[in-house]
């Protein structure tokens, strides 16, 4: 069962106005800030590396590793650009996290910000979260009042600004080259990497592109110590985790546990399957990893567990179908969302996704054939890998392991057009 230290990230989101920096300081905010300010941004990284922290946006590389790949002169602007564009189908637990306590993310902000010697930072969020941009925009200006931000911060001599910028809808842009180019002014789709960011990143400066429960991560980081953050959690994947869980459970919402949490001890706390109607297979984290089924209630959801079962830990975003669901139906209602949003940069992907999407709307409304299959995981061979970013990749996820384990679920709607067929002739 989860670990008794958590909560952690989500300690405040019930408080009373827990999204005001009056709350946020009579529940220590604001005290790690204290700490890291008289420290060199050098300790900061050091402690962030010892932690084992790593991204939350989904790929899970190492905070402290990418940020010490900051060059430590300021020949150039070092920026943090912070990815809000929280887009990965189920995912819901960064806006839920800038709602309930973004002071959490502006002094983890700050808190990263000096470690990288960048003086401007900018918080990208999804265009469509109107109301947590405003939420965002009233807490930088409490912050800035209150002396947390603007210029000599708490009399340490740092300066940092943060800019809240409004993305435009777009789910590549949540790829953070893409973001970049969007944050620029450009038509947002991704860059070739390498340059990793921190080498050319916003303007062709240094920078970081780090997700927002990453950086919300740092302040208690700086309070706990890394040996206290690496108690949750499992060894290679330390701390805590808000898991989202949606779909046929009693009570969806953010689970906020240690890394290594197991479907069935999500469940427990999400009051089960809904109307007890049982389990068929789910998404560990969002559609772009592979589907799970019930075969994989105990698989430990941390980057290793996730991996070694087949799937990938993704976004955490725990998307729950019961028996009802058909699988065919659900992997062509996510593959029609990667078709749309395919920024049509490669040709495997642009022209990919649209034969996908066509081949399983066919076979859904009953006018597929059992090649179909076949050609399906053709076309997904010749995406995976082979297109310019991860979204290609994650298209063909819920494909490849629908068919993996549903297979008789795509035969049964073949083999019914061609009983259709036999009928017709006869
Ligand atoms: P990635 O593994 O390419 O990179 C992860 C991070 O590490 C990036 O910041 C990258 O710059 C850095 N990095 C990787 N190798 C590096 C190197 N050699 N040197 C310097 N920096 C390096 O993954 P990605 O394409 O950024 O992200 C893919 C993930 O995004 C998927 O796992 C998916 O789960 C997730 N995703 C999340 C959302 C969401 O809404 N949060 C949406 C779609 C996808
Ligand atoms: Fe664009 Fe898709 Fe290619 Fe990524 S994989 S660059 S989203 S076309």
Not at 245 to 255: F, L, N, T
Request: hydrophobic share 35%.
């Amino acid at each position: 069962m989860a670990d008794p230290i958590t909560p952690v990230l989500t300690k405040r989101w019930l408080s009373p106005n827990s999204w005001t920096i009056q709350s946020y300081e009579a529940l220590e905010g604001y005290t790690a800030i204290r700490k890291a300010l008289k420290g060199t941004p050098e300790q900061i990284v050091q402690l962030v590396k010892d932690s084992g922290l790593r991204g939350r946006g989904g790929a899970g590389f190492p905070a402290g590793i990418k940020w010490s790949f900051m060059p430590p002169n300021e020949d150039k602007p070092h920026y943090l650009v912070i990815n809000a564009d929280e887009g990965e189908p189920g995912t819901c637990k960064d806006i839920p996290l800038m709602m309930a306590d973004p002071h959490s993310l502006i002094e983890g902000c700050i808190i990263a910000s000096y470690a990288m010697r960048s003086h401007h930072c900018f918080i990208y969020v999804r265009g469509e979260a109107l109301h947590c941009i405003r939420r965002l925009n009233a807490a930088v200006r409490e912050a800035y009042e209150a002396g947390y931000l603007g210029k000599n911060i708490l009399d340490s001599g740092f300066d940092l600004d943060i800019t809240v910028h409004a993305g435009a809808g777009a789910y590549i842009c949540g790829e953070e080259t893409a973001l970049l180019d969007s944050l620029e002014g450009r038509r947002g789709q991704p860059r070739l990497k390498p340059p990793f960011p921190a080498a050319a990143g916003l303007y062709a400066a240094p920078t970081t592109v780090n997700n927002v429960e990453t950086i919300a991560s740092a302040p208690y980081i700086i309070n706990g110590g890394s040996d206290w953050f690496r108690q949750m959690g499992r060894e290679k994947s330390p701390g805590p985790k808000i898991y989202s869980i949606s779909g046929h459970v009693e009570k969806p919402g953010q689970y906020e546990c240690p890394l290594g949490t197991t479907l069935r001890e999500l469940l427990d706390m999400a009051g089960g399957m809904k109307d007890g109607v049982p389990l068929k297979f789910w998404t560990p984290g969002g559609s772009s990893t592979p589907m799970f089924t019930k075969e994989h209630l105990d698989v430990p959801l941390d980057f290793e567990g996730a991996a070694e079962a087949g799937s990938m830990l993704g976004t955490t975003a725990v998307q729950v179908f019961n028996e009802t669901v058909s699988v065919p139906w659900a992997v062509m209602k996510w593959t029609q969302f990667y078709e749309h949003e395919s920024c049509g940069k490669c040709t495997p992907c642009r022209e990919g996704t649209y034969w996908l999407a066509q081949i399983l709307e066919r076979m859904v409304e009953g006018k597929g054939t059992e090649e179909d299959i076949d050609t399906l995981l053709d076309v997904c061979d010749n995406i995976l890998g082979r297109s310019f970013c991860a979204l290609g990749d994650g298209a063909v996820s819920p494909i490849q392991s629908g068919i993996k384990y549903f297979r008789d679920e795509f035969l049964a709607l073949c083999n019914a057009n061609k009983r259709e067929l036999v009928g017709a002739q006869a």
